[in-house]
Structure formats: structure tokens, C-alpha cells
């Protein structure tokens, strides 16, 4: 099984909306919506993601975060100093 998005697993002939968001697969009670994910993604999938809690609402909203610095924040001076460490790039 290879990694990526799950769009990826979808058959072409399938009709979905590519901006679908996970929480819209979760169902009132708070379990995953397995037989919608069954229409769209091989069993495999879907047992992958049983194996995953689904998202609480009590958590509030998603937000982007760069997991190379402490705070979770992007910014050129972090990607720079990230690549030159994994580049091994010195006296830049």
C-alpha cells in the first residue's frame, strides 16, 4: 500500500468531492462513517483507518503547524536552518 491521499485509493469512475474534509466522515454519534468509506476505498483502507480515533469536536479546529520548530511556526529562517542541517550545508 503506498502513502498519500486517500484520493488516491478512490476508483476513477467514483463520484467524490476532492475537497471532502474528515470531519464530514465522522457520523452524529462520533464513530467514522465506515459504510461511506467503504463505497469509495478497498477494505485495506478502511481498516487503517478503524485502527484511527476519529477527530472530537471538543478539540477544536485543525490548524497547520510546522513540526520542525518548538512553536509550530513557519517562517524562511526555519526551513533555512532545517535544510542546511539535513543538507549538511556549512558557512552559509
Do not use: A, C
Not at 474534509?21 to 483502507?45: C, Y
Not at 497547520?64 to 558557512?91: C, D, H, M
Amino acid at each position: 500500500m503506498r502513502n498519500g491521499f486517500l484520493l488516491l485509493y478512490v476508483p476513477n469512475q467514483v463520484n467524490i468531492d476532492p475537497h471532502s474534509k474528515v470531519n464530514e466522515m465522522v457520523m452524529d454519534n462520533g464513530d467514522w462513517n465506515l459504510d461511506l468509506f467503504r463505497l469509495w476505498l478497498p477494505e485495506e483502507v478502511v481498516s487503517l483507518i478503524i485502527s484511527i480515533p476519529p477527530p472530537l469536536d471538543s478539540v477544536g479546529l485543525d490548524i497547520l503547524s510546522w513540526s520542525r520548530t518548538t512553536n509550530g511556526v513557519f517562517s524562511v529562517k526555519s526551513v533555512y536552518f532545517f535544510l542546511k542541517r539535513i543538507l549538511g550545508i556549512r558557512g552559509i
